[in-house]
C-alpha cells in the first residue's frame, strides 16, 4: 500500500503542473501532473503536502483545501495507492526547479489539453467545476497496463 498527496497550486487561472520529464524510470513519465509524492514514516497528509510541496516547488504552502481521496487499487501492477487531493491558493518563497520535471503554469482551460493520466479530467473537473464546490471526494479509480478502465465516486458536503 502506498500513501500519497496531489496538489494543484492555483494562481490568476492558472495551474502548476509538474511535467515528468526528468527521470529515464519514472512510473509516471511523459505525464503532467500536480505535485506532490508519498509520505515518509509518521507524516500526517497534512506533513506530507507541505514537505513535498516546498521540495518539488520551491514553494511554502499557506492556505490549502483537501479536495478528496482517490484510490487506485493495484495502480502499478503491485500496489494499492491512495492519493489525498488538495489545491492551494496561497504559497510563499520563490521557485525552483523540481527534480522530478518540468514545472508550468498552466491557463486553467488548458490542462485538459495536456498529456494526463486518462482518468485526471474526471477529478479535475470535480476540483474545477462551480457545481463542485464546497465538496470533497471519495473515488477509485481502475488503471490496468497504465489504460483507465473505470471510475466510481462519492461526493460529501456541499449542494448536488
Not at 13 to 38: A, C, E, P, Q, S
Not at 49 to 77: C, N, Q, S
Not at 130 to 150: D, L, Q, V, W
Request: charge should be negative; charged fraction near 30%.
Amino acid at each position: 500500500m502506498i500513501l500519497s498527496i496531489l496538489c494543484y497550486l492555483r494562481k490568476d487561472g492558472r495551474t502548476l503542473m509538474l511535467h515528468r520529464n526528468k527521470k529515464h524510470k519514472d512510473f509516471h513519465r511523459g505525464k503532467f501532473n500536480g505535485v506532490g509524492g508519498k509520505f515518509e514514516a509518521g507524516e500526517t497528509p497534512e506533513e506530507c503536502l507541505k514537505r513535498e510541496v516546498y521540495e518539488e516547488t520551491g514553494y511554502r504552502l499557506d492556505k490549502y483545501r483537501y479536495e478528496g481521496l482517490i484510490t487506485f487499487p493495484l495502480f502499478d501492477g503491485v500496489n494499492d495507492w491512495y492519493t489525498f487531493v488538495y489545491t492551494g491558493t496561497e504559497f510563499s518563497n520563490e521557485q525552483r526547479d523540481s527534480e522530478e520535471g518540468t514545472l508550468h503554469w498552466i491557463q486553467d482551460e488548458d490542462l485538459l489539453d495536456l498529456n494526463l493520466w486518462e482518468g485526471d479530467p474526471y477529478f479535475l473537473r470535480w476540483i474545477y467545476c462551480p457545481e463542485f464546490e464546497g465538496t470533497h471526494f471519495s473515488a477509485k479509480f481502475i488503471y490496468k497496463n497504465k489504460t483507465y478502465i473505470s471510475h466510481e465516486v462519492e461526493f460529501y458536503g456541499g449542494i448536488l
